[in-house]
């Protein structure tokens, strides 16, 4: 006989031995305890990405849900989700424990932008961060040269190229010098961010 069998709660089971005239003859007993469903998994987190082209599908890393022994709700906003390597939702459903799960998202059609797509696996959710590449650089500025002779090489003080996700475009130049380390040159070429760059001319 099962007295219980919610959750939490203990399962007493009476087994009764009758004889072969069918009279009881014996009774054992056993009681147990029914694990607490619990559907609230450990945290986890997205490592989140920058650079990223314009308008592109980029998807997260794997995540591995734990910490739960009975199907817990996931659900997801900017974006969709893929359980097991399965195929890719965006309306609710569940997870169960050990399920892996990635989320993919549009990435923004604007430089330097961000994009978020939130996943929520029974009541505790991370985010998953895009941002896209931006070739622009901040503001910058050289010390002008005054009181200059005539037909005399100058060359500026360095600027540091700086706040921006991807290699851009350097041109109308008479000198540059990347990091230091690059020979000075009148070519169009690239810079990437941290990078430093002087220019020379003759007066």
Do not use: C
């Not at 469903?37 to 082209?53: L, M, R």
């Amino acid at each position: 006989m099962v007295t219980s069998d919610q959750s939490g709660d203990d399962i007493r089971v009476v087994v009764t031995a009758t004889n072969a005239a069918g009279s009881a003859s014996a009774n054992s007993a056993e009681t147990s305890a029914v694990a607490a469903q619990d559907t609230t998994p450990s945290a986890f987190s997205f490592t989140d990405v920058t650079a990223q082209e314009l308008s592109a599908l980029v998807e997260s890393d794997a995540i591995t849900v734990s910490g739960i022994n009975w199907p817990a709700a996931i659900s997801v906003t900017g974006g969709e989700y893929q359980r097991n390597g399965g195929a890719w939702a965006a309306s609710p459903g569940t997870v169960a424990n050990g399920d892996t799960v990635k989320v993919r998202q549009t990435t923004s059609g604007s430089q330097g932008t961000n994009t978020d797509t939130v996943l929520t696996i029974g009541g505790v959710s991370d985010t998953f961060r895009s941002t896209t590449k931006d070739t622009v650089p901040a503001a910058f500025s050289f010390t002008d040269a005054t009181n200059a002779t005539r037909s005399t090489v100058y060359e500026s003080d360095a600027i540091t190229v700086s706040v921006f996700f991807a290699d851009t475009a350097i041109s109308d130049i008479y000198g540059v010098s990347q990091l230091g380390a690059v020979a000075l040159t009148s070519t169009p070429g690239t810079v990437a961010n941290g990078h430093s760059v002087k220019v020379r001319g003759t007066s």
